[in-house]
């Protein structure tokens, strides 16, 4: 089993600045891949960004080059830095990490950015 929890969610203006957080903890050596994901209002979750066990990073087109994933394995800790945010970035963002049998998710922080 594995918990996630997320921190750092809020509001902020357009253009501005929010870093995301995801702590796990549990059977933690058994992920292989990990990443973030949102879902606005009347929407589907959509991926935004994913880090594997080799630190290879994949990112959504529309926030790349705004956004950073990254992770530091000695706090089981994963990171989304967000920069020159959009009112379109607008969601609640969730914690996804993956073993090879199951995908477990933390419950959600809510990022608003206002225009």
């Known amino acids: 089993q594995v918990q996630l929890v997320e921190s750092g969610g809020g509001l902020v203006q357009a253009g501005g600045s929010l870093r995301l957080s995801c702590a796990a903890s549990g059977s933690t050596g058994s992920i292989w891949t990990s990443g973030w994901y949102r879902q606005a209002p009347g929407k589907q979750r959509e991926l935004v960004a994913t880090i594997n066990s080799r630190a290879s990073t994949n990112y959504a087109d529309s926030v790349k080059g705004r956004f950073t994933i990254s992770r530091d394995n000695g706090k089981n800790t994963m990171y989304l830095q967000m920069n020159s945010l959009k009112p379109e970035d607008t969601a609640v963002y969730y914690c996804?990490?993956?073993?090879?049998?199951?995908?477990?998710w933390g419950q959600g922080t809510q990022v608003t950015v206002s225009s």
């Open positions: 996804n990490a993956e073993t090879l049998r199951t995908a477990y």
